[in-house]
């Protein structure tokens, strides 16, 4: 996430990659994203982030292979899932900030995405870190452990071949083994 100024031609270029790529749940969506990138004025108001329900003026865009709703519009306390009303509030509000979430597969491991992701200034540091955030980076940490180990078993191998200690090698080698397994069935996000 960015906190620089992000050019609206960056947005308008990304907008138009993301509906290349991906297939959204509610095809209103894919109209609300092209007319947002065929207006600068709308670009230079416009901010992607995450936990967009926490900004005064939202919307949370979801694909297909997602998880998230397939589209919600927030206008202070406000909430609806119909796309028009949203539509008529960006395009009567052009000169309001509007802050977008996408909900896509991988989306933290996206460049394009973050490279145009904003933090979010209507969170507090305590919501920064949420369950998702917390069960990632418990995953990252078992994976690098895990990786860890398995540096450490290659090279106490490549010992036990050096001292010739067969039972050393069977020893390690099974470990290694185990360790290789938990690699594998370490979760994606």
Not at 5 to 33: C, D, G, T
Not at 95 to 101: K, R, S, T
Not at 135 to 164: F, H, P, V
């Amino acid at each position: 996430m960015t906190n620089a100024v992000i050019h609206p031609h960056e947005k308008k270029a990304f907008i138009y990659w993301f509906l290349n790529q991906y297939e959204m749940k509610a095809r209103e969506s894919n109209w609300i994203l092209s007319y947002l990138a065929s207006h600068n004025k709308l670009l230079r108001n416009l901010h992607f982030v995450r936990h967009a329900k926490a900004c005064p003026r939202s919307i949370i865009i979801s694909t297909k292979c997602s998880n998230g709703v397939a589209f919600r519009f927030h206008r202070n306390k406000l909430i609806t899932s119909d796309p028009e009303k949203a539509f008529h509030d960006i395009r009567l509000n052009d000169d309001e900030a509007l802050y977008v979430q996408l909900n896509f597969h991988q989306w933290r491991q996206n460049p394009q995405y973050a490279l145009i992701l904003e933090e979010n200034p209507f969170l507090s540091d305590d919501d920064f870190i949420t369950d998702e955030d917390k069960r990632e980076a418990e995953r990252l940490m078992n994976y690098t452990l895990q990786a860890q180990i398995r540096k450490s078993l290659i090279e106490q191998i490549d010992e036990s071949l050096d001292e010739r200690d067969y039972n050393k090698f069977i020893r390690l080698s099974d470990e290694l083994k185990k360790t290789e397994k938990n690699l594998k069935n370490q979760p994606t996000s």
